[in-house]
């Protein structure tokens, strides 16, 4: 009986609960038991959709990768910038990277994080999760994009999720 009456997502349920505090027009009684409901319903009827909670082994490591992520995309952004002023042609590539992770959202995370930077898109996942499609906007040699990307995003992600 008491499963029922717990949250089975607590930080979306506290999402949701500041998220009505904020939307609401000042906090009072009416406003912090309405909070709390929708904190406990909107869990409780989304709860089949979601996948099983995400196994970090190292979760404190997760900050340094969002700054390391948030450099590279401002270093990225400049790169491209570059490359669109200077004359020379880019050298586009569609690379095959063997995935060494198996956890579902660290791939997600993966393919997010190499498209969010700058001059690299993921294009392709195969029906194995063995192997990523990415294009490259500029690239000397297919090994070093894979090289810069196990080193800097996925050894990290192995770390923190096992």
């Known amino acids: 009986m008491f499963d029922r009456l717990s949250f089975p997502q607590p ?3 506290f999402v949701l609960f500041l998220s009505w505090q904020i939307l609401s027009d000042g906090v009072s009684g009416g406003s912090i038991v309405l909070g709390i409901i929708l904190a406990w319903g909107v869990p409780q009827l989304t709860h089949g959709f979601w996948p099983e909670r995400p196994a ?3 979760a404190w490591r997760m900050p340094a990768y969002l700054l390391r992520v948030l450099v590279d ?3 990225a952004s400049f790169s491209v910038a570059w490359l669109i002023i200077n004359p020379r042609q880019p050298r586009p590539a569609f690379i095959t990277y063997p995935l060494s992770l198996e956890h579902p959202l660290a791939i997600s995370i993966l393919a ?3 498209s969010l930077t700058p001059g690299t898109v993921s ?3 195969s029906d194995d999760n063995k192997i990523l499609l ?3 906007l500029n690239t000397a040699s297919d090994q070093e994009v894979i090289d810069a990307i196990f ?3 996925e050894k990290p992600l192995m770390e923190m999720f096992g």
């Open 134 to 136: 990415i294009h490259a």
């Open 112 to 114: 997010s994080t190499i």
């Open 151 to 153: 080193n800097r995003y």
């Open 73 to 75: 995309i401002v270093v």
């Open 123 to 125: 294009a392709d996942i």
């Open 11 to 13: 930080w979306l349920s």
């Open 56 to 58: 970090f082994v190292k």
